[in-house]
């Protein structure tokens, strides 16, 4: 795909996204949310950001102070009154959907007990209330981005019910998948919620195995799809990685995309960090140094020059904490610190307790998230692990690629396409990249990595500086969707057609 930095004939792209950072966040989906809009905009795009006006959203410090225009979106036979408020905000336009009974709640999509039992009826209202605000707005936008499961309604709805419609009849739609395994899956007594006909309650449409499944619409009827790494685009092709939609997925192979995220250059500098104890650029890496003896002297480790190895990650089995969990005592058997940073599976979460308990000369473990201390850790140590068993893009990796730590990666996802192995022979590469999932494999590469820092510092330090000066902006991936918009336009009315 060829990418212009230069935009033709600016568009107007309506962005709908449930959650974006700095109004709501659950994850990774809020800063793509947050930041790419803004990209977007700087090319000299018209960007209407749409999401749920959530409990969690600020209302003052987003500027929601406006009466909104009333919206009226049909739910089966009922017709649930809601709001839409515009605020201007940072050079693009900010549209919250509000619905009190479906928004105003202490969580986004689930309580610790699980998923609100009507997220289908939820996140139908959402698909349709940004629709009904175009309307009411009278914004006829070039082109509509829709984000996982909760607005992939949107694609669908464009080709049926509002497919003649004088706003947004008509309007080519990019889908984007963030992470494949949450499709929006619901029992088929949810599907009068939709408004959509019975005749797409088939296994050729949104039927999936007895029930409903929201991303699979958004997979046939959408203009085009991407996902956030060329390497996860084809991967999830496979019956490994295709959550059952492989087959769906491998029909639409010419319409489907992979655009790597970027990351936020701004929080994420080295050389103006204000969490960070001392600053440092690819010029002068002095600060690093002081940043990895403040991190060991913040975790109790006796000063001293041993690797440190960092982990900033949801503890969870697909984030390969097992494969960690099972080497880990070795690893500390190499004279090196363990610094570990996240919350997930309450297994992993007693073993990392258990380690640093067992081990506290050699290892730290936080259980708990706090973005301060991931940027030290980002900051501080030599080496980052990311085992990953799938990792449709990663952004740590790119966080360590920035602050000169070097990624050991499994190649899966965007993990595979952002970190190259490290060739002492020819000097190329930024990191270390294992293939077999398992903790033989992790270990050596580890080890490898090791060996380097310790008996090779000036090869180390080319290696580093050479990921530092790598550009991971939102900007480069903003340029990517821009072109999808325009492929998108040019062959409106692909995917599915009723």
């Not at 929601?64 to 979106?73: A, M, W």
């Not at 070097?406 to 190259?420: E, F, K, Q």
Request: net charge neutral; proline share 5%; charged share 20%.
């Amino acid at each position: 795909m060829s990418i212009s930095r230069k935009t033709a004939k600016p568009l107007t792209v309506a962005f709908a996204v449930s959650e974006a950072a700095p109004f709501a966040k659950t994850g990774g989906l809020a800063d793509v949310g947050g930041a790419l809009p803004h990209a977007l905009a700087e090319l000299g795009h018209d960007v209407h950001l749409f999401m749920p006006l959530y409990r969690q959203v600020d209302r003052r410090a987003a500027g929601v102070t406006s009466k909104g225009i009333p919206l009226n979106v049909p739910i089966s036979a009922r017709v649930p009154s809601g709001k839409a408020y515009t605020v201007r905000r940072n050079g693009l336009t900010v549209h919250f959907i509000e619905q009190a009974a479906y928004f105003d709640r202490d969580h986004l999509y689930n309580t610790p007990g699980g998923d609100y039992a009507d997220n289908c009826e939820r996140f139908v209202f959402f698909c349709r209330g940004v629709l009904e605000a175009l309307r009411a707005l009278k914004i006829r936008p070039d082109v509509i981005h829709a984000h996982d499961w909760q607005t992939a309604l949107i694609p669908v709805y464009l080709k049926t019910l509002y497919k003649d419609d004088p706003v947004v009849g008509g309007v080519p739609s990019v889908f984007t998948i963030h992470n494949l395994g949450f499709q929006g899956v619901f029992w088929h007594l949810d599907w009068h919620l939709t408004g959509l006909p019975w005749g797409l309650y088939t296994s050729g449409a949104l039927e999936f195995y007895g029930k409903i499944n929201l991303m699979k619409g958004a997979l046939l009827f959408s203009d085009i799809i991407s996902t956030v790494s060329g390497t996860y685009a084809s991967e999830i092709k496979t019956r490994e990685h295709g959550w059952g939609l492989e087959g769906v997925l491998k029909d639409r192979s010419a319409d489907l995309y992979g655009v790597l995220n970027g990351i936020d250059t701004d929080a994420w500098n080295p050389a103006t960090d204000q969490l960070i104890p001392a600053n440092f650029s690819v010029r002068n890496l002095e600060g690093k140094k002081k940043c990895k003896q403040a991190l060991m002297a913040e975790m109790g480790f006796n000063p001293c020059e041993a690797p440190v190895i960092g982990v900033v990650s949801r503890l969870v089995e697909q984030k390969g904490m097992d494969i960690l969990a099972e080497m880990a005592d070795g690893l500390l058997d190499n004279d090196v610190r363990l610094v570990a940073l996240g919350t997930g599976s309450p297994r992993f979460e007693e073993f990392f307790r258990g380690l640093a308990a067992r081990r506290p000369d050699r290892a730290a473990c936080i259980v708990g998230y706090d973005e301060t201390l991931a940027h030290r850790i980002e900051a501080g140590a030599d080496i980052f692990l990311m085992p990953s068993r799938y990792e449709p893009c990663g952004l740590n990796q790119l966080y360590s690629l920035r602050y000169g730590t070097a990624p050991v990666v499994r190649a899966t996802g965007g993990l595979n396409d952002t970190i190259r192995e490290f060739n002492p022979a020819t000097g190329d590469g930024n990191g270390f990249k294992f293939h077999e999932p398992t903790p033989h494999a992790l270990y050596w590469k580890t080890v490898e990595a090791i060996t380097l820092l310790k008996n090779r510092p000036g090869e180390w330090e080319k290696m580093i500086r050479q990921g530092m000066k790598e550009d991971h902006s939102w900007s480069k991936s903003a340029r990517s969707y821009q072109s999808l918009y325009r492929q998108a336009r040019a062959r409106a009315g692909g995917g599915f057609n009723l």
